[in-house]
């Protein structure tokens, strides 16, 4: 889908899996992407889809045990990440690849002002001293719009309200002008105006910097306005994987339908609404064939009995479902035929 000279990251069947007394969860299971310079990748699906964990991975952040990148590849300009050793990743964290995390309030460290942990970042990647790294971190905050930086970045996270905070950590992550930043649902614990504020910082300063971004959220209004492509998540497979612009006009795998189905319109008159019914099954209950079948309207016999693979079906449209394969019309005339 996109020439090899823009790559910076490319993913090649990841698996991440957890091995616990229950049993072995393959959190990500096999899934494929790639990622363009100064490109914005949304990564969406529900709770449990995978998502997170997709995220982690990438960076090799994956509690060890229970958690074990079980097989794949990472590619970042053409080199293996899981070949590096934990010294390697140490250089790369935070300085060629940067993470948003989920919740501010518990990725900052309570007992460190705002300017230390940004500035700690900089002397440990950019080998600066301590005064030009704190002058950069009041630069930082200063760049993502917070108030009165010099006062701010001697403040502590519990002083700040839940927006500061998620702008210290774009910060953080930006400091050292990363190749990539993953932003995992950044908007998520953020009231509607401030979200909006949120995104639109990230997307100026991507422009500024020239970063590749992955996105990770359960929002598609975000994917709508911040996107260039998506990947759909589902038991932690990619299900859909297409432009941005094709999820909201011509979607395909039936998953997506949905999702998008489930989104408030203001054409709506019924009062509930729209929902998939069922829910994301658990990762020690895989069913044998398609994992979004047991929640499927389009189901046949073979959805249930084979997993489908992720192939094209577009020029930019990849679909990992049973409808778009020739064995889904033999599966479909052999049911007529019986009277299914």
């Known amino acids: 889908m996109n020439q090899d000279a823009d790559k910076i990251l490319e993913v090649k069947n990841l698996q991440t899996h957890f091995f616990t007394d229950e ?7 096999g899934i494929s992407f790639s990622l363009n310079k100064g490109e914005t990748l949304g990564i969406v699906g529900e709770s449990g889809s995978g998502k ?22 990472i590619l970042f300009k053409g080199e293996d990440l899981l070949t590096k050793s934990e010294k390697q990743m140490r250089s790369i964290r935070g300085n060629e690849i940067s993470m948003i995390f989920q919740e501010p309030m518990t990725s900052l460290n309570p007992v460190y002002s705002a300017g230390e942990q940004i500035a700690e970042a900089i002397r440990l990647h950019q080998k600066l001293g301590k005064k030009e790294a704190w002058d950069k971190a009041v630069d930082m905050l200063r760049l993502v719009g917070i108030p009165s930086p010099e006062k701010r970045a001697k403040q502590e996270p519990h002083e700040l309200s839940g927006g500061m905070r998620q702008r210290v950590m774009i ?9 990539v930043l993953i932003a995992d649902e950044p908007t998520t614990a953020l009231d509607v105006t401030i ?15 020239g970063t590749a971004v992955i996105l990770i959220t359960h929002d598609l209004g ?19 994987y297409t432009l941005a612009k094709e999820i909201f006009t011509n979607p395909k795998h039936p998953y997506t ?15 509930e609404l729209t929902t998939i019914p069922g829910t994301v099954p658990s990762p020690y209950n895989m069913p044998k064939g398609c994992s979004f079948a047991p929640r499927c309207p389009h189901a046949k016999g073979i959805c249930e009995q084979a997993v489908p693979d992720l192939q094209a ?28």
Request: hydrophobic share 40%; aromatic share 6%.
């Open 23 to 29: 049993g072995t969860s393959k959190a990500v299971n």
């Open 52 to 73: 997170s964990i997709t995220s982690l991975s990438l960076l090799r952040l994956i509690p060890s045990p229970p958690g074990k990148i079980a097989g794949g590849s």
């Open 171 to 179: 910060a953080m992550a930006l400091a050292c002008h990363p190749e």
């Open 195 to 209: 979200q909006a504020q949120i995104l639109e910082l990230i997307k100026t300063l991507q422009k500024d910097f």
């Open 222 to 240: 975000v994917v709508y306005e911040t996107c260039d492509r998506v990947a759909v998540m589902y038991a932690g497979k990619i299900v859909e």
């Open 257 to 271: 339908i949905g999702l998008l189905n489930s989104l408030p319109r203001l054409d709506m008159d019924q009062e």
């Open 313 to 340: 079906i577009g020029p930019s449209t990849e679909v990992s479902c049973w409808m778009f394969t020739p064995q889904w019309e033999k599966a479909y005339d052999a049911q007529e035929k019986v009277g299914i």
